[in-house]
């Protein structure tokens, strides 16, 4: 490997917009699949999902399973009728569209509203008729984290649109 005797500012300028280029597409890419892996399944689900009635035939509070903050995650095994099926459908359901730890305080409180042997409205994924969630909404947790990606993104293009007008300034001939 040859070292140069001087610094190439040219060189050293592109070096810095491909490292910049590399890290915008890190969080296009990070933002693309919190978008994809969490708002997509919940606007799934609050857009075509089919509603039905559905008995709640056991429930179970359990702590989840990446359990570093002492978080639970709230099941309900419930039973409901999915349309054009001759037999009614049997499955674990979860609140919303995908298991959400939360805190026991409020994990409990989703816990004792649904009572066993009552029947509650239930929203079914007409693709897969065994996902099933009880409350039709967007959840917070997937909002954080889409929001926090365009929060770096946003931080980042304002820094790059930063270095360069001052590499800009830099280079161009003072005329006074």
Same mark, same amino acid.
């Given at each position: 490997m040859e070292f140069k005797d001087y610094i190439d500012p040219a060189e050293?300028? =592109?070096?810095?917009?491909?490292a910049c280029l590399v890290w915008l597409v890190f969080w296009i890419i990070a933002l693309y699949i919190a978008v994809s892996c969490n708002l997509m399944r919940e606007w799934r689900l609050n857009n075509l999902y089919l509603q039905a009635d559905a008995v709640i035939l056991d429930k179970r509070l359990? =702590? *989840? !399973?990446?359990?570093? $903050?002492?978080e639970y995650e709230v099941k309900f095994f419930v039973r409901y009728r999915v349309l054009?099926?001759?037999?009614? @459908?049997?499955?674990? !359901? $979860?609140?919303? %569209?995908?298991?959400?730890?939360?805190? /026991? %305080?409020? !994990?409990?409180?989703?816990f004792d509203h649904f009572s066993v042997g009552v029947e509650y409205p239930c929203w079914y994924d007409p693709d897969d008729p065994w996902k099933v969630a009880l409350s039709?909404? $967007?959840?917070? /947790? %997937? &909002?954080?984290?889409? &929001? !926090? @990606?365009?929060?770096?993104?946003? *931080?980042s293009l304002l820094w790059m649109w930063w270095q360069y007008t001052k590499q800009r300034k830099e280079r161009l001939p003072d005329v006074r």
């Open positions: 050293q300028r =592109r070096q810095f917009w491909r359990e =702590r *989840a !399973a990446t359990d570093d $903050y002492g054009g099926a001759n037999e009614p @459908c049997q499955g674990w !359901a $979860y609140y919303q %569209a995908y298991p959400q730890p939360r805190d /026991h %305080a409020t !994990a409990k409180g989703l039709r909404s $967007y959840s917070t /947790h %997937a &909002f954080h984290i889409v &929001f !926090a @990606c365009v929060i770096i993104l946003v *931080a």
